[in-house]
């Protein structure tokens, strides 16, 4: 069929582009004598003169141009995809989709996104933002091109994890909890303090939580909150003693607004990783992502 031959309707789009079979050659770089060839087997199959030929070209008949409206349309966007592709692949465009938590995004990927958009200002990145399962669900969904979580967490199927940083939990509380300060305190003694807690749909919640059971410690905190920048300012004004990773109460803890708690039994630290589908495409600018973060 005529139509599965598409190298007849470029040699007639640039010929009618050209308006003459010479320009069309030059343009193609193939001989004046296929042109000629690959016109005259379309108007075959048409059954209609596309062209009127004279001395100082060709002219487009009125089925010519009935056509070629038609065929620039189309021929137009496969350039415009072409240049489109060029550009993703010079990275002059394109997108880059991660998925991450508050944590994971201040304390380890907001310097690489940093560097990444300097080298790189026309990529457009979109970071969804939220716990460790719902970065791992929309994973597997295909819906971002990898994600920064923290364990502890189940891999599921085919998702790869790359350790990339050390994280450390701690209970921190204010003035209202001086007692407590420079003491060496046995885990089991948390029962009798008011506790403040991240919610229960994040990894530092389910980690914190099975490290306490396995102890033998089942705590109910006093408040429940959405963000651990949050459980700091709750620690700050004396409501509870928070638990939270280090990196969010650093600045209280090196100021003396809070102090840490210390235990006769240490709390092992976790990890942030990197995690991307073993089966999916990574598209150029998230790859180039992932070279920055040394991925």
Do not use: W
């Amino acid at each position: 069929m005529m139509i599965g031959n598409l190298e007849y309707f470029k040699v007639f789009y640039h010929t009618a582009k050209c308006g003459s079979v010479t320009g069309a050659a030059a343009l193609l770089s193939i001989s004046q004598p296929a042109v000629s060839q690959s016109l005259k087997q379309l108007e075959k199959y048409l059954g209609v003169p596309l062209f009127a030929r004279g001395s100082r070209g060709v002219k487009l008949t009125a089925e010519g141009e009935l056509l070629y409206s038609y065929v620039a349309k189309g021929y137009e966007q496969i350039e415009l995809g072409v240049e489109k592709v060029r550009q993703m692949r010079n990275l002059e465009l394109g997108e880059v989709h991660i998925g991450a938590s508050d944590m994971t995004l201040q304390f380890y990927l907001l310097p690489f996104l940093e560097k990444f958009h300097e080298r790189y200002p026309d990529i457009k990145v979109t970071v969804s933002n939220g716990p460790t399962p719902e970065t791992l669900e929309v994973l597997q969904e295909g819906k971002i091109d990898f994600g920064v979580v923290s364990t502890p967490f189940e891999k599921a199927g085919d998702v790869e994890a790359i350790q990339v940083r050390e994280i450390e939990d701690v209970f921190v509380a204010g003035r209202r909890f001086i007692a407590c300060k420079n003491k060496t305190l046995d885990l089991q003694e948390l029962e009798g303090l008011p506790m403040i807690f991240l919610e229960g749909n994040t990894s530092t919640r389910s980690y914190m939580n099975d490290y306490l059971r396995e102890n033998g410690i089942v705590l109910q905190p006093e408040f429940e909150l959405a963000t651990s920048d949050m459980v700091v300012q709750f620690a700050l004004r004396n409501l509870g003693v928070g638990c939270v990773v280090r990196d969010f109460a650093r600045e209280a803890l090196e100021s003396g607004r809070l102090f840490e708690l210390r235990f006769n039994k240490m709390i092992p630290k976790r990890t942030i990783c990197v995690v991307r589908s073993g089966r999916a495409v990574i598209p150029t600018a998230a790859e180039k992502l992932l070279e920055i973060m040394e991925i």
